[in-house]
């Protein structure tokens, strides 16, 4: 007996719907099929949406040459938004460097790590040695 097909295609390129209704993003990410709901049964509202999900599906302009965590810290730290203050972005500045000073104090040196390799251990003993860490003079 032959299953009923449970996505079918629409007029877009990269968008599917479901045979509930819903419609789906649908890209191949490093060799793997992702997809991701748009949540909406309106073929309009999926269309507009689709582009969005598909950013977030192939993840951010970086995603294949991830850096250390302090490259990170820094980056966002450094970057331009112009609905954040100056004195905003100066505060950033100073936390993301305290942040990875406190990081050299560790065993580990959670901030020269790649991404991929941080574990929720680690994370939380940085947080751990932040809160009880005093800047040197």
């Not at 649908?26 to 060799?31: A, E, F, L, N, Q």
């Not at 269309?47 to 990170?72: C, F, M, Q, W, Y």
């Not at 251990?121 to 003079?137: M, Q």
Request: aromatic share 6%; proline share 4%.
């Amino acid at each position: 007996m032959q299953q009923k097909a449970q996505v079918s295609r629409s007029k877009v390129e990269n968008l599917f719907r479901h045979r509930g209704g819903n419609f789906y993003a649908v890209c191949k990410v490093d060799g793997k099929v992702r997809r991701r709901c748009v949540e909406t049964d309106d073929y309009n509202t999926a269309k507009g949406r689709l582009t969005n999900s598909l950013a977030d599906l192939r993840g951010s302009v970086n995603a294949k040459h991830p850096g250390t965590i302090a490259e990170a810290i820094t980056t966002e730290a450094e970057r331009k938004d112009p609905s954040i203050k100056e004195s905003t972005q100066q505060y950033y500045q100073q936390i993301a460097g305290s942040l990875i000073q406190t990081s050299d104090t560790l065993p580990t040196q959670s901030a020269d790590k790649k991404l991929s390799k941080v574990t929720p251990s680690d994370l939380r003993a940085w947080k751990d040695a932040h809160a009880d860490w005093k800047p040197l003079d």
